[in-house]
RNA sequence: GUGACCGUAGCUCAGUCGGUAGAGCCCCGGAUUGUGGUUCCGGUUGUCGCGGGUUCGAGCCCCGUCGGUCACCCCA
């Protein structure tokens, strides 16, 4: 009895067009990287089990894809790309030149349920700036997320960078004499503000030593929370980035190993979701890989910005352009008499060499069918091989006018009419 | 992990009172043996997610299970 062999749940088969989609994605994190002068560098996929629950605890097994491999090693597929870069960061930071500016792309797996915007494998843009602790790092960072949305072709009211700065949070705490558990007691209220009954909340803080009028009144700050906070707003300011931040404190990122500056990409259209998120980590380094190195970086998922795009008709004409230059054919040969097929394949050999874009089809049909998926392949011209041997004829499928030309000419003749050059 | 809704052709879905399944799209062929987006004609495809129960009889009712979606939890 043969059982059905079906995808697993929250895995993805990327067909033609769903893998049109994340190739524009992937492309277009590229650019802005370049841009930026951001290195790409990848890790493996497999990694010790150790190396998350070094950071994040044993909790994490439990949403982890992890086994025993054949030689006993536990192991577990990646959910995230940090603990990697640190260790890696760590083993070889002295061949590298500060800051170190660095990015990938890859696939990553969480062993949860899946939802919208959340499934079991997914890619991820990540980039981060090593071994400069100054909060120009932190801006160049924000800067660069706030590029890549653009370059997807959102605009200022689509989404907005929302920020926080969890240092000041901890000398706030620390200057009320509140730390360990309090501490991290207060974050977690704060993080739920607007989400959980505000009775809850003041009991909370309460018990914690504060107060939630304390709390709003220091949230009320923005930028002016500290320095940091006050430098990274003058220098997405200046570069004209300004009208994108906004200070809220309230934002704190699931108490992970943040240090200093956190920030997401927020969508402030229906869908009132982070699209990207990230931050300042100076610890995280030295705790897996025993080297103090500063640290700060983001990470996009390719799900939820693929879904913001999809939603966003102005993003999604962008990517309909991408689209239709990707699958466009610069000539579709068409065999109008099969004496003609082995010159056809010539001409269809000479014109690929050329550089240009072909197809044909590769068995006999008839003329008008050829006609048909040329005018599917959204071909610029018809290369027609007929009766009347040493000479083809090239029809614009635009305008329907016909060039007669020497199947040796044909190249050139092409590129002219293309408007291109050898 | 908790709850709600949904699973019928490759896709989107219809399927009446329980009587052994249909449409559109897509794809392929033809009308049309050397010239296109239209039109017309024809054709392939189903363990009705899976397992059990009730019934003379289940796509339909009941239970379980798997999968999907959404909300919560979590979110590195």
Redesign the pocket.
């Known amino acids: ?1 043969a059982e ?1 062999l ?1 995808r697993l ?2 895995f993805r088969d990327f067909y033609p067009d769903a893998c049109d989609l994340r190739n524009y994605v992937f492309e277009t994190w590229r650019r802005v990287a370049a841009r930026y002068r951001f290195a790409e560098y990848e890790g493996p996929i497999l990694e010790k089990t150790d190396l ?1 629950r070094r950071k ?1 605890g044993e909790e ?1 097994t439990g ?2 894809f992890h086994f025993v491999d054949k030689g006993d090693r536990e192991v577990a597929m990646r ?2 790309l ?1 603990p990697t870069l640190a260790r890696m960061a760590a083993a070889r930071q002295r061949d590298y030149r500060k800051p170190m500016k660095w990015f990938s792309i890859g696939p990553f797996f ?1 062993y ?8 079991r494998e997914f890619y991820q843009f990540n980039c981060d700036i090593l071994g400069e602790p100054s909060e120009q790092a932190d801006a160049e960072l924000i800067a660069m997320a706030i590029e890549v949305m653009l370059e997807f072709g959102f605009r200022q009211g689509d989404f907005v960078i929302r920020l926080s700065d969890r240092a000041a949070w901890m000398d706030w705490l620390t200057e009320r004499g509140i730390s360990g558990d309090a501490a991290t007691e207060v974050l977690q209220a704060v993080d ?1 503000l607007g ?1 959980e009954e505000e009775s809850k909340t003041v009991a909370q803080l309460a018990a914690a030593g504060t107060s939630l009028d304390e709390v709003r009144a220091f949230m009320a700050q923005t930028e002016a929370v500290s320095a940091r906070a006050t430098a990274i707003s003058r220098n997405l300011g200046a570069r004209g980035f300004g009208g994108f931040l906004e200070w809220d404190l309230g934002i704190v ?4 190993y943040y240090t200093g500056t956190v920030f997401e990409v927020f969508d402030i259209g229906k869908g009132m979701r982070a699209v990207a ?1 990230g931050g300042r980590y100076d610890n995280l380094v030295k705790l897996i890989g025993g080297t103090d190195l500063a640290a700060c970086g983001f ?1 996009m998922g390719d799900v939820v910005i693929g879904n913001f795009i999809e939603e966003t008709p102005h993003a999604k004409a962008r990517l309909e352009e991408w689209l239709a230059a990707r699958r466009s054919t610069d000539a579709f040969v068409v065999v ?2 099969e004496s003609r097929r082995d010159a056809a394949l010539a001409g269809v050999q000479a014109l690929r060499q050329a550089g240009l874009r072909v197809d044909y089809s590769l068995t006999p ?5 050829q ?2 998926s ?3 392949a959204t071909a610029s011209f ?1 290369v ?1 091989f ?3 041997a040493e000479s083809v ?1 090239i ?4 305008d ?1 006018s ?1 060039t007669a030309c020497e199947a040796g000419a044909l190249p050139e003749t092409l590129l002219k009419l293309l408007g291109r050059s050898l």
Do not use: C, H, N
């Not at 990122?253 to 992970?256: D, E, K, N």
């Not at 029809?395 to 635009?398: E, I, N």
């Open positions: 009895m059905k079906e749940p929250g998350y994040s994490i949403q982890l959910p995230e940090t969480r949860e349920r899946s939802s919208k915007g959340r499934l739920k989400r990122r699931g108490l992970a998120g990470a109008a008499d049909r008839a003329v008008g069918k006609f048909s040329a005018e599917e018809a027609i007929g009766a009347s004829s029809k614009s499928m635009s329907r016909e």
